[in-house]
């Protein structure tokens, strides 16, 4: 090695077992699990934090609002992993699945999943004026249960190939339905009524730009990771925001003796494949290089092959994200035109704007044609209703609430022109779609900060790219894989036998789930 050229101190070993570029949760989840087995680590973090995505942070200026800034819910992180790393770290089950309001023959209505099966079955009622799609609605997530149950396992387990997954699933209708036709299709055949349809299809659209019928099934693949989530496809709240899940990561990291250094740059990785690998790295006051055994990349494919020099696939398309994602704190929330629905109970679960299955499809259409969409889907949740200790005491009392909206089909193309200007316009036409349902305009119920601005920020692609070095903004790194298959026994090696991709972008990644830090730690442990 050298030192540490540019830290204010060197680190603690010449030759590392372990050099783990990024600090994101699944670099933390690697590290923790190498050093508690006694491995020497260090994590080279570019930020001066740890978290990556998976931060909580006070953006409103002088306002005590510590809000999950990027990524939000937790579904897919294993419990497994939890309890190997003692983590303090908690969720908390939503009461309410979603709310969908909508207005039919001039009266507003509101479909509600949640709040006991009555409920929901009279919901539907309602909605369609029969039990049928309640029916339908039951059965079709049956079966996404029971495929859970048998999938989610799998994905903390080695790799199983496409026959060894299909085995375990042991249902032929499930298995064709989403690992070989189009999403588009099962939901055209189980379901009439639109809305209902587009509730179901959302989950295969988050992150994902694809049309219900796309035949690549990118919307497949994302839906599978919706809706497998603890063997359940529950979507829980994190306790203290998604920073209380990545600081107990580094806690645990330290704990078991891992080395973390924050503002660190990975600049580039030289490896012969059999000797110990080079990181060089930057810092604010100079340049060094750091040696291991084995590098693992918390960082996409795309800046993996630059961090080896290497050109990306040409076959590849090059990775693109299409979400808009908007941070509010409110007065108080706002009231509906849906009497029925208290909105506690609305805005607590999923609460889907302009996300019919039409709507959706036309939104689509216009963003791969080059525009925004004239309606602009989304869907909001609050997150301070179930878990308020994220708000200080003073917003508390005072009856203010966080609202997160995750805006569909924005793909990063749309965005190249004018960022900004286009982010504006974006979010005043999405929350128009959102005041239509309201009985007073959002606008009025918003908190204002330290400087008298109003507490929201909206992030594009492009944001979340230059902010966080998201490829394109793509929130998992590139489309999501099937959880089979791959390279390696665990789906996180490379062509070089001494550097593993433990971010996003490996097979099994995507979301906080911590799966790709704990598959490579595996691999370089040999087991």
Request: aromatic letters at 6%.
């Amino acid at each position: 090695m050298t030192a540490d050229a540019g830290s204010s101190r060197g680190f603690a070993h010449d030759v590392y077992d372990a050099v783990i570029v990024g600090g994101g949760h699944n670099g933390l989840v690697a590290a923790a699990y190498l050093a508690r087995a006694g491995r020497s680590v260090l994590v080279l973090e570019r930020l001066g934090h740890t978290g990556g995505a998976a931060v909580s942070t006070r953006p409103f200026a002088g306002v005590d609002a510590r809000l999950s800034r990027y990524s939000y819910l937790v579904s897919l992180l294993p419990g497994k992993i939890v309890r190997d790393l003692g983590l303090r770290f908690r969720v908390r089950r939503r009461t309410v699945s979603s709310y969908t309001p909508f207005e039919r023959d001039g009266r507003p209505g509101g479909l509600l999943v949640g709040g006991g099966e009555d409920r929901t079955r009279e919901s539907f009622a309602r909605l369609t004026g029969s039990d049928r799609e309640y029916e339908a609605w039951r059965a079709f997530y049956a079966t996404t249960g029971r495929l859970a149950g048998r999938v989610f396992p799998t994905l903390t387990e080695p790799l199983p190939t496409r026959a060894e997954l299909r085995a375990r699933i042991d249902d032929e209708q499930a298995w064709r339905m989403l690992f070989e036709e189009p999403l588009g299709r099962a939901v055209e055949e189980r379901f009439a009524d639109d809305l209902v349809r587009g509730v179901v299809l959302t989950d295969a659209l988050i992150g994902t730009f694809a049309d219900a019928h796309d035949a690549s099934l990118a919307q497949n693949r994302c839906f599978l990771y919706h809706v497998i989530g603890g063997g359940t496809g529950d979507w829980d709240v994190p306790v203290g925001g998604m920073g209380a899940l990545t600081d107990a990561l580094a806690d645990a990291a330290r704990a078991g003796g891992a080395e973390i250094a924050t503002g660190h740059e990975a600049l580039r990785i030289h490896t012969d494949g059999t000797s110990p690998a080079e990181v060089a790295f930057r810092t604010a006051t100079g340049e060094g290089t750091v040696a291991a055994r084995t590098v693992l990349v918390n960082a996409s494919p795309r800046a993996l092959a630059e961090l080896l020099g290497e050109e990306p696939d040409p076959v590849v398309r090059p990775p693109e994200g299409a979400q808009f994602k908007v941070n509010m704190l409110l007065r108080r929330l706002p009231r509906l035109r849906d009497t029925s629905v208290d909105p506690r109970e609305a805005f607590s679960g999923t609460f889907h704007i302009a996300e019919g299955y039409e709507q959706l499809r036309r939104a689509h259409a216009e963003a791969a044609a080059g525009e925004l969409p004239s309606v602009p889907p989304s869907e909001i949740y609050c997150h301070s209703l179930t878990d308020p200790t994220i708000l200080g005491p003073e917003l508390t009392a005072r009856g203010c609430q966080t609202l997160t909206l995750f805006g569909l089909h924005t793909p990063a193309r749309l965005f190249e022109k004018d960022n900004r200007q286009t982010r504006e316009v974006l979010l005043t036409a999405t929350l128009a779609q959102l005041d239509a349902h309201l009985a007073e305009p959002l606008t009025d119920c918003l908190a204002f900060d330290a400087d008298g601005r109003p507490c929201i920020e909206a992030k594009t692609p492009l944001d979340l790219e230059q902010e966080l070095r998201l490829p394109g903004g793509h929130i998992f790194h590139r489309d999501l894989s099937w959880p089979y298959g791959g390279p390696g026994r665990w789906g996180v090696e490379t062509e070089h036998p001494n550097v593993l991709l433990c971010g996003a972008g490996a097979v099994r990644g995507g979301g906080v789930s911590g799966i790709p830090g704990h598959n490579a730690a595996m691999a370089l442990l040999g087991r």
